[in-house]
Nanobody, 131 residues
Framework: QVQLVESGGGLVQVGGSLRLSCAAS????????LAWFRQAPGKEREFVAA????????RYADSVKGRFAISRDPAKNTWYLQMDRLEPGDTAIYYC????????????????????????WGQGTQVTVSS
């Protein structure tokens, strides 16, 4: 049984930093797309960041570009979201996700921000940015 477990959320002041972790068990995600999404109260779930293979293929939502960084540690079957210069608009539940397939790069480039690309999801971790 595949499980994704997020950690690292919490309460932080504007301008602060947090690092989220997503630890996977039950299977190895080597060349699969991995991602972070978030959902704020009253809003739909939105894409935040994705990675496949290496950070060369990291992609970001415009709202977090330059502030957030996604990375992965294949040896630990874990991926991360480093969040810097946090803003109140970043307040949300953050979910990690992983795709079961290993798409070619062109497919990944076209689908990385689509939630339907990802088959496995964590339970979510709350991030609250206070002003």
């Amino acid at each position: 049984q595949v499980q994704l477990v997020e950690s690292g959320g919490g309460l932080v002041q504007v301008g602060g930093s947090l690092r989220l972790s997503c630890a996977a068990s039950g299977r190895t995600f080597s060349n699969n797309p991995l991602a972070w999404f978030r959902q704020a109260p009253g809003k739909e779930r939105e894409f935040v960041a994705a990675i496949m293979r290496t950070t060369l293929y990291a992609r970001y939502a415009d709202s977090v570009k330059g502030r957030f960084a996604i990375s992965r540690d294949p040896a630990k079957n874990t991926w991360y979201l480093q969040m810097d210069r946090l803003e109140p608009g970043d307040t949300a539940i953050y979910y990690c996700s992983a795709g079961s397939q290993r798409p070619i790069l062109s497919t990944y480039s076209a689908t990385y921000s689509d939630a339907r690309t990802y088959d496995y999801w964590g339970q979510g971790t709350q991030v609250t940015v206070s002003s």
